[in-house]
């Protein structure tokens, strides 16, 4: 695929002039997310990794990790990332623009976290694809900002972010699916220079039973 998509052109260079060391800790929202669900490890997709924070985790844990980005600058540091923790035969990054193309396969886990871009994109489209990249028995986790924190590209827009049940009805989920959590929980955040805020983030999971 190209290398010249906008999306691909804002991340490159948003990630070019990033501290390889930010967001290489997995989301806390997450972690407690799959502590309270337990599901059995297998394989693993995560959209939009990013430097690889949850999906480095989810390898330690024992998950087989597609770790998708559109950013090249930020898979190249998840593999480095990866191979440093003795994870690298466990994660396999990816690059695609996801408004364009979307990895083949199932998966026993879908992860979808902060997957927020200025770039225009058809988000809801490739959330619904997500759903078709589910094996059955797994499950689709997407966490999503609710609120916009103080240092957020977005702070001082007026913005209504939907509420959690709309997210899981923008899925158009049909009979073989179970929603196991559409909550919009709040919690402490840190920003890039220590400063904290409330913020509210977007918790749905849904389980492919048939
Ligand atoms: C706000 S960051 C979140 C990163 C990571 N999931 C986290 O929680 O720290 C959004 C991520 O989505 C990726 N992304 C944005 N648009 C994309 C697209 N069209 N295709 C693939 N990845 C994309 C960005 O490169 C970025 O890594």
């Known amino acids: 695929m190209t290398d010249a998509t906008e999306s691909a052109v804002f991340w490159e260079k948003h990630y070019g002039g990033l501290d390889p060391r930010l967001g290489t800790r997995p989301n806390a929202v997450l972690t407690a997310l799959l502590a309270d669900l337990a599901p059995a490890t297998g394989t693993a997709l995560d959209l939009g990794c990013g430097h690889g924070g949850d999906a480095l985790w989810l390898a330690g844990q024992g998950w087989e990790v597609t770790a998708v980005d559109v950013s090249r600058t930020a898979l190249d540091r998840v593999a480095g990332a990866a191979a440093a923790a003795g994870v690298g035969d466990r994660v396999r990054p990816r690059r ?7 990895p083949e396969g199932t998966f026993d886990l879908v992860t979808a976290t902060y997957f927020h871009t200025p770039v225009a994109l058809a988000r809801e489209d490739v959330l619904r694809r997500a759903l ?21 590209w977005l702070a001082g827009q007026d913005i209504r972010y939907p509420t959690p049940d709309e997210v899981v009805a923008s899925l158009r989920l049909d009979g073989s699916w179970q929603v196991e959590r559409s909550e919009a929980p709040r919690r402490t955040a840190t920003g890039p220079d220590g400063q904290t805020a409330t913020v509210t983030d977007n918790v749905i999971a849904v389980r492919r039973v048939a």
């Open 96 to 102: 695609h623009d996801l408004g364009e193309t979307f």
């Open 132 to 152: 078709r990249a589910v094996a059955p028995g797994g499950l689709l986790v997407v966490i999503e900002h609710a609120s916009t924190a103080p240092w957020s």
